[in-house]
Every structure is written in C-alpha cells, then in structure tokens.
C-alpha cells in the first residue's frame, strides 16, 4: 500500500538530506521517482542539503497541480513510483491535498520534508495539512541543538541580528549568518533554532552571551 510520510524537524535537522538519500535508496531498487521543492535556498529547481549533496528537482508553484502533473505523466506512458517532496511547508494546503490523492488513488509513495512552524511559531499551512493528513509523521532523529544545549524545536528568525517575531512569513535563508540572504540589502535575515524557553525569551545565542557579559549592577537602590 502507497502511503503519505511527513519527515518533519526544525531547520539544520537533516531533512533535505533524508530527502535525497531516499531518492538515492529508491532509485538504486530501479523505482522511478520525482523530485519537487519550492524556494530552496540554492536557487530555483534544486534540492540542496547543508552536507554538500543537491539534486534537479521541479520547482512547486502556487498554480502547480501534483494531480494533474502525475496523471498527465502516467497517460504520457511515462512511469511514476514516488514523489519526493521537499519544502514541503511552503505547499498550499490543497497541494497537500492533490498528494493525498495521489497516494490513495495512483497507489503512489510520497515523501514529504519541510518544517512545521515558522518564525511566530504558528504551523505552516502545508504542514498543517500535512499532520491531518499524512499516515506516517516522523520527527527527525538527529537532534538539532539550542545554544543551551537543549534539543531546539523552534525556529527563530533574527533581522541584523535581532530575533524578530513579525514580517513576512517566507524569507528564504539559513542557519549560518554567513550565508547572504537574497532579498533587502539593508537587513540580514538569518535563522537560528532554539529551544521552546529561548524561543519564549527571545533568547538567541548572542544575546544570551551579551547578557552574560554585561557588568554586574552597581548595588545602588
Ligand atoms: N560540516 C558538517 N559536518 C557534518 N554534518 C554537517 C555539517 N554541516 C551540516 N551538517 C549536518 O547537516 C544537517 C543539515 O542538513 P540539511 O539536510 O541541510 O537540513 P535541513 O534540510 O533540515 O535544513 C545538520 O543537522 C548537520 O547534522
Ligand atoms: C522558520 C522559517 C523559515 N523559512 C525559510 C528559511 C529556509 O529558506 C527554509 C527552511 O529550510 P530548511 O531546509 O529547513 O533549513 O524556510 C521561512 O521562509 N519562514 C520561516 O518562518
């Protein structure tokens, strides 16, 4: 039986890796699969991991129809065993939808990746359908960490190093604030997880260290 599977983690958790590497192990069995993602941050139609792999994938627009594509494909004589489906997030919910339908009516694996909440902390639409809908969810085993040392389950994001809690919900990005961020010259984007408490506290890294270098107060009332 074909089934739906949501590999969920904060980000810098492994999930392109995992989406890869289970292209690889399906395609090395001679299954015939295609790979999707939308705004990932090597570019367009491509599927990049943090360890140094990258694929070609079809970039997944807002207008895009997984239906109407796998069954085009299939009437085309083409062959289809699996979908990967990466930035799984940024799907709309009828996306999400339209893979659930090709799971139960096509008899077709698919294996979505994609965080689940953004920087406010509120679900991703997609992944919002995503845990209604999936048969399988799975948390990604290797633990991303919080600078305390916590297992991070949020996913901050910091403006010219300031952790903000409003703006636009898709900015594309990365953990590491060496890597530029497309977009306004003016304000650098950048991501940090963290755990729920630091999340909460607004806590980064580097205002945790700020805060504990900070003089002592002068014990005047
Ligand atoms: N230099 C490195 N050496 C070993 N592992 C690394 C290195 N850089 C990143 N990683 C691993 O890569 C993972 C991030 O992989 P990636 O697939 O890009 O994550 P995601 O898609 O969840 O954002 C991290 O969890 C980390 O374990
Ligand atoms: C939290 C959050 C993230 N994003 C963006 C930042 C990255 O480009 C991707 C996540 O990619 P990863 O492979 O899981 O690291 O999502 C965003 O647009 N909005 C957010 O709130």
């Known amino acids: 039986m074909a089934e739906l599977h949501f590999f969920t983690g904060t980000m810098d958790s492994g999930k392109s890796t995992l989406a890869l590497q289970t292209n690889h192990?399906?395609?090395?069995?001679g299954r015939v699969g295609r790979i999707f993602t939308t705004h990932d941050r090597a570019g367009q139609s491509v599927v990049s991991s943090r360890l140094g792999l990258t694929h070609d994938a079809l970039e997944v627009t807002d207008d895009f129809d997984f239906w109407k594509y796998v069954v085009d494909s299939l009437t085309h004589g083409a062959r289809v065993d699996y979908l990967i489906c990466d930035e799984a997030q940024f799907y709309t919910p009828d996306q999400v939808d339209q893979l659930a339908?090709?799971?139960?009516?096509?008899?077709?694996?698919?294996?979505?990746?994609g965080i689940l909440t953004d920087f406010r902390t509120a679900l991703f639409p997609?992944?919002?359908r995503l845990v209604e809908l999936a048969d399988r969810m799975n948390v990604l085993q290797v633990e991303a960490l919080c600078w305390c040392g916590k297992r991070a389950t949020h996913n901050a994001r910091t403006e010219n190093g300031v952790m903000v809690t409003e703006g636009e919900v898709i900015v594309v990005g990365d953990v590491d604030p060496t890597v530029p961020t497309p977009g306004d010259d003016d304000v650098e984007v950048a991501y940090e997880v963290l755990c729920r408490q630091h999340h909460r506290r607004r806590l980064t890294a580097d205002r945790a260290k700020a805060v504990s270098l900070a003089p002592e107060p002068l014990p005047f009332g």
């Open 101 to 113: 339908k090709v799971v139960d009516e096509l008899q077709i694996d698919v294996f979505a990746f």
């Open 126 to 128: 997609g992944s919002a």
């Open 25 to 29: 192990n399906h395609a090395a069995r």
